[in-house]
């Protein structure tokens, strides 16, 4: 389809000389190279209205009469309008008839503006072929008029040539996006909107570059003013309206893409110069870090655009010359996934933080590189579908580097022959070859690995090795078609091209204490999900780093057993194959499969892998769910994919790849049966691993089973000496005793463990130990457990037991728990102490570790508990211990779980709901009847955090839900952005948390009279109090017991900083978020003040406005916990926050802190212990250990700039942790070389965790 040409010939000529005349013939030619294809475009509109009809016939009557004037006039004497011969421009009729039309042509500017405000109002226009292709040329017209007025008037659209370029680079986009409809004449495409905002968006550009050729020189100021105003407004419109239906579009465009008949091509030119237009500007968008940058990581639109470009010169080619049945969906989906592209480039454009297109495109930046994989596994799929399985056999036996230098050199043959028999192959066999010859490079350079780690990479290299010759073969005997070999040789380079990333990231060495672990990468297609326990760094380019966490060491692991069944799953058939760890509970099942899970040979072996845990209660949908995020590399909502999609997605997942899925706990056979659905058997090796307590289990799911032994008498006493005395000699009279009980624990690791935590809680004493012993001979671990629970101080039992209230294997936050334990009356203010409740429950949860029942699952930054669980026999435990007072947990009406706490046969104290185990819920919409809860009219603790998605609590919820005055503690979802007056009833309530749907919330002015109230938060919101009446603040109630509050907006003078803040003298924690307040007077950027808040420890603030200095903090002195996010500050500025005396946890969150270089002064930073960098463009730090002489971690994320770290670091005598991730390597090699010289120091307590590696291209 040609676009209309805007320059007739006739007035396309130049003329060299007289500069005034010059101009005026160029502006002539301008304005009508703008008007001819917008009186065109308005003369085949389908317009109804009547006004806007005879407007744009006039108009059309105009042109049509000014083109008979001027051809003549210069037709008549052309080289003296070229020339300016004076004659011509002194002849009574030519210069006064030329300047007449150009007044002409002026006065059309109005009519133009009142034409588009009738357009704005016209709802006639239908998305039709033939609209969109008028569209379309006119929308090209526009580019050549942009292009054409950045060169004529170069100087004087100066003032307006961003919004220029901004609106070139919108058409761009919404000529492609509207391309498809006029090609493959679709009359109604569902595309109204895009349409719709092409067209408003080209009206608007039309008439601006109108209104800046008769102004010539000098853009009028007036003119200027309102077009600032006008167009970003109409652009914000249109961006509004496209991110609301983004979605919708993006689903339209693909079922009008599936809708074309399959004689009609998909693919064409246009896409392909999309396509690559798409990827020009993500590398402009991402080298000059523009508003790009803000919504996604440079890792990730680097990514993107090497995969795109992969793509484009590999596969659209090959679409696009073969447009054939076979290939119809593969082709749609590439053509879903440029659209798709387009639309985030599109929103990344002036995207600004926090605003709805950077959250979409935050968001979809991890689904287009998921899509790209499975774009890749589609081609896989089709490609093996049509190859002859013939032609794909076991790969030679032979030693695999012989075998592809012998096809490496095979290649160079037919390659560099001179009648090759590739012609049509030619240049993908070149690029396969250069592949082929790159990873035997890479291999050589990891030769140094072990010998497994080899053997599995060199199996992976040598199958796409022999896959390659397989199909080049193939296409030189003529066998198949040569689009089939086209799509082989494809899915070879692709596999080529993971494995290299693999191989590279094993370069890439994560250094654990004085260790050195490769960094394991599962390419494109997998990130490990966490087991229990292990805590793992994943990393979306550079690798997979792991580390073994405290609990992962609370039951032993027996080797020669981890090594038996790694074998089993490495080794023997390549069918799918099941293996069964089977054992009574408390063997150590869970954690001797977390050990092969994470075993490195197991990393490199499979490509994806999966952990699930089914219990005893289990929901299908919510496991599957699990599992597909964990093979996706991320969340899956629920609302995104339905249950009956769920199954197949799942399978096209793992379809082609050598997979590991551990399902842990299953109680029996039924569950295997419910899952297995989307596991396919591809004979690649995958296989898939229970933990099961009954032997008949595994036999029934026709699985190999492993029977876990018993420990040994001696692993029994290794374990229970380590467990006791740690680091400590043990005395031979110790050891006697020692080896005694440990024997009575019967070879059961639980036990074991169970014992030693109550060892390590009595008196060290000879007769003491020995009653220990006396008591427990011949015991099952249920009398061990019996024992402990006795021995557990009064004030423990309680906390200890409630772990029986969560569903099984949940890992529990700590602030909650501490939260819930005070709200359910068991924590005591200690008499004659100055410890606060949450400080006395925080010491309980302590010594329930200390004692082995519970498990940490994660740490704070300063070294407490931030979540823990315990082992399903301990819970088990303690749900016996419940049910016999006063618990009920069963299945709610409405999905989920819930739990009933307190005397079951006169009143419910305490409810909770878990919709957590059933995700399919959400897909289920206002299920929750919130009068349920009414009649438990003596509810202390409502626990409705996780109602699911669509069914929080609205106005009228909450108005019953505050009749329930005696609630202490209640957490809930909420669909309202504000909160009733009635919530003021609540006058017992501790604990209010809140997760909102909306990004405010207002509270009412009722809740300051809560006086009881200790805990005010919210999740994904902000508090609002902007509409307090201002008689509010003279009177409300001040909350002494208040400790923490978040999260809050503030500015600097503000009625909330100086009348609501300073009534909550005892606050501890804060979260908020500061706007900009700029004071003339001062000269300065005023925070707001709160060094006030004498007993705050705790504040996390996110900036919000336009960054000036300098600028004037004011924090308390008393503060120990600092958390900034988003000031773009110069690095001078953080000598206020180096001066707070007991700082000692310092977070610098996303550009809180801007500057190439961080000088580091003396005096500041005195008692910081904790210090964490995270996304900041430092590139120098000046400091020596001196500058941080009580530093005990530190943390630096996404510092990409940053050289190296200051090598003095090493000698800070309490350091004991630097992690490192997605730093540069430079970096990396100085937390190496540091580590390496305090080792040589003879410093063992230095540990450095370093994952992902960021390469940086000067």
């Known amino acids: ?443 050589c350079d990891v030769g140094e690995l072990g010998n497994s780690q080899m053997e599995f990479l060199l199996t992976r290299y040598k199958d796409a090795a022999y896959q390659a010759e397989h199909v080049i073969d193939s296409f030189v005997a003529a066998e198949g078609s040569i689009w089939c070999h086209k799509l082989g040789l494809f899915v070879v380079m692709k596999d080529v091209k993971i494995l290299q990333k693999e191989v590279k990231s094993l370069l890439t060495v994560s250094t654990v204490g004085d260790s050195v672990v490769p960094s394991l990468f599962s390419g494109a297609s997998s990130l490990a999900h966490n087991p229990p326990n292990i805590n793992v760094a994943v990393g979306s380019t550079e690798g997979i780093y792991y580390r073994v966490e405290e609990a992962a060491n609370d039951l032993v692991v027996l080797k020669d057993a981890e090594e038996e069944i790694i074998e089993l799953l490495t080794g023997g058939s390549r069918q799918l194959k099941l293996v069964s760890i089977v054992g009574m509970p408390g063997l150590g099942k869970t954690t001797l499969a977390n050990s092969v899970y994470n075993h490195p040979s197991i990393n490199l072996h499979f490509y994806v892998r999966a952990w699930c845990c089914v219990s005893q209660v289990y929901e299908k949908d919510t496991l599957l769910f699990d599992i597909f995020g964990q093979i996706v590399g991320k969340t899956i909502q629920s609302r995104e994919t339905s249950p009956e999609d769920l199954v197949q997605k799942l399978y096209q997942s793992l379809k082609g790849r050598r997979y590991l899925i551990v399902i842990d706990d299953i109680w029996d056979i039924k569950a295997w049966n419910d899952l297995k659905g989307p596991f396919p058997d591809d004979g690649n090796g995958s296989r898939i691993l229970f933990t099961a307590r009954e032997q008949a289990v595994a036999l029934e799911a026709n699985s190999i089973p492993y029977a876990l032994r018993l420990l040994s008498p001696e692993e029994s006493c290794k374990l229970l000496l380590l467990k006791v005395f740690g680091g400590e000699i043990c005395t031979p009279e110790w050891l006697t005793i020692s080896e005694r009980i440990a024997r009575n624990c019967k070879g059961l690791p639980l036990a074991v463990v169970l014992m030693a935590g109550i060892l390590k809680r009595t008196e060290r004493k000879e007769d003491c130990w020995e009653h220990v012993s006396n008591t427990l001979i011949s015991s099952e671990v249920s009398d061990i457990l019996e024992f402990s629970y006795k021995h557990l101080p009064n004030c423990l039992k309680p906390c200890f037991i409630y772990f029986g209230t969560f569903p099984e294997d949940i890992t529990v936050s700590a602030s909650k728990l501490i939260r819930l334990w005070i709200c359910e009356g068991f924590v005591q203010q200690p008499s004659l102490c100055q410890k606060s409740l949450e400080q006395e429950a925080e010491n309980y949860l302590n010594d329930l570790v200390d004692r082995s029942l519970l498990m940490v699952d994660r740490r704070s930054s300063k070294g407490g508990v931030k979540a823990c669980h315990v082992h399903d026999i301990l819970r088990d435990f303690c749900t016996i211990k419940l049910r016999n007072e006063r618990f009920l947990m069963q299945e709610h009406k409405y999905g989920g779980t819930f739990v009933l706490y307190g005397d079951l046969e006169k009143h419910i104290c305490s ?63 909420v669909d309202t952005d504000n909160i009733p007056s009635e919530i003021g009833n609540l006058r017992n309530l501790e604990t209010f948390l809140l997760t909102g749907a909306s990004d405010e919330i207002m509270l009412p002015e009722t809740i300051w009279n809560l006086v009881s109230l200790r805990h005010i938060l919210t999740k994904n919101s902000f508090f609002s109090f902007q509409h307090y009446n201002q008689d509010f603040y003279q009177y409300f109630c001040q909350l ?219």
């Open 1 to 443: 389809m040609a676009s209309v040409d805007p320059r007739d010939p006739l007035i396309d000529q130049e003329k060299e000389e007289d500069p005034d005349m010059k101009d005026s013939i160029e502006t002539l030619k301008l304005l009508i190279s703008i008007l001819r294809p917008y009186v065109n475009l308005l003369s085949k509109w389908n317009i109804e209205d009547r006004e806007l009809k005879v407007r744009v016939k006039h108009m059309d009557e105009v042109v049509q009469k000014v083109f008979q004037e001027v051809q003549p006039l210069i037709d008549s004497n052309p080289t003296d309008v070229v020339q300016g011969n004076e004659d011509w421009e002194s002849s009574p009729t030519n210069v006064p008839v030329f300047f007449s039309i150009l007044n002409v042509l002026r006065s059309l500017h109005d009519e133009m503006t009142e034409i588009e405000d009738l357009l704005s109002d016209d709802s006639s226009a239908s998305i039709s072929s033939e609209n969109a292709e008028h569209l379309v040329c006119f929308i090209d017209s526009l580019l050549q008029n942009l292009k054409d007025v950045f060169i004529c008037r170069a100087d004087s659209i100066v003032p307006v040539k961003k919004v220029l370029e901004d609106a070139e680079d919108r058409l761009i986009l919404f000529r492609y996006f509207l391309w498809p409809m006029p090609n493959r004449l679709i009359e109604q495409a569902n595309m109204f909107l895009v349409f719709n905002d092409a067209q408003s968006l080209a009206f608007k550009i039309s008439l601006l570059l109108y209104s800046v050729c008769l102004m010539n020189d000098e853009l009028n100021d007036e003119w200027l003013s309102e077009m600032r105003d006008v167009f970003p407004d109409l652009i914000d419109a249109i961006d509004t309206s496209l991110i609301e239906g983004v979605s919708d579009i993006c689903d339209e465009y693909l079922e009008s893409l599936v809708a074309v008949p399959d004689d009609t091509p998909i693919m064409d030119e246009q896409v392909l110069a999309f396509a690559d237009y798409l990827i020009h500007k993500l590398r402009l968008l991402s080298d000059n870090e523009g508003p790009i940058s803000i919504v996604a990581p440079k890792d990730l639109t680097d990514s993107l655009i090497n995969e795109l470009n992969f793509l484009r010169f590999n596969l659209m080619d090959l679409l696009l010359r073969n447009p054939i049945t076979e290939m119809k969906s593969l082709t749609i989906t590439t053509q879903a996934l440029i659209f798709e592209t387009g639309l985030f480039i599109y929103m990344s454009l002036d995207a600004k933080e926090d605003d709805p297109k950077a959250r979409y495109c935050s968001f979809k930046l991890p689904d287009l590189l998921k899509a790209v994989d499975n774009l890749k596994q589609q081609a896989s799929d089709l490609f093996n579908k049509f190859f002859s399985e013939s032609w794909q056999s076991n790969c030679p036996s032979t030693n695999v580097l012989e075998y592809v230098n012998f096809l490496i050199n095979k290649l160079e043959e037919l390659l560099h022959a001179k009648a090759t028999p590739l012609n049509a192959l030619k240049h993908q066999t070149e690029i396969v070859y250069e592949e082929i010859v790159s990873m035997r490079k890479l291999l």
């Open 911 to 973: 409810l909770l709901f878990y919709y957590g185990l059933d995700r399919t819920i959400n897909f289920r919409r206002n299920l929750f009847d919130f009068d349920f809860v009414l009649q438990y009219e003596f509810l202390g603790v409502l626990d409705l955090e996780n109602v699911p998605f669509g069914s929080g609590a609205n106005t009228t919820d909450f108005v019953n839900i505050a009749k329930l005055v005696q609630l202490r503690y209640l957490a809930i979802g």
């Open 1040 to 1258: 002494d017991n208040l400790k923490s509050i978040s999260a809050i907006t503030l500015s600097h003078g503000d009625d909330i900083e100086k009348f609501i803040l300073r009534r909550l003298t005892g606050i501890q924690k804060l979260g908020c978020k500061f706007s900009n307040s700029w004071d003339d007077s001062t000269g300065c950027n005023l925070f707001p003040v709160l060094n006030f808040l004498s007993e705050l420890q705790s504040l996390k603030v996110f900036f919000l406005g336009k960054t000036l200095y300098p600028c004037k903090f004011s924090f308390p002195s008393n503060l120990k916990k600092l958390s900034l996010s988003n000031f773009r500050l110069p690095w001078d500025e953080i000598s206020i926050i180096g001066q707070l005396p007991n700082l000692e946890v310092l977070k610098l969150l996303n550009n809180t802190f801007e500057g190439q270089q961080w000088d580091m002064r003396e005096g500041e930073f005195e008692n910081l212990k904790f210090l964490k960098l995270d996304s900041l463009n430092i590139e120098l730090w000046n400091a020596s250990s001196e500058h941080l002489p009580c530093l005990e971690k530190l943390v630096l994320i996404s510092c990409q700039q940053l050289e190296e770290i200051p090598s003095s670091f090493g000698e800070i005598p309490t350091l004991q942790l630097i992690e490192m991730k997605w730093c540069s390597s430079s970096a990396m090699e100085s937390v190496k070389q540091i580590l390496e010289e305090q080792r040589e120091m003879s410093n063992d307590q230095l540990n450095v965790t370093i994952v992902g590696v960021v390469k940086i291209h000067g």
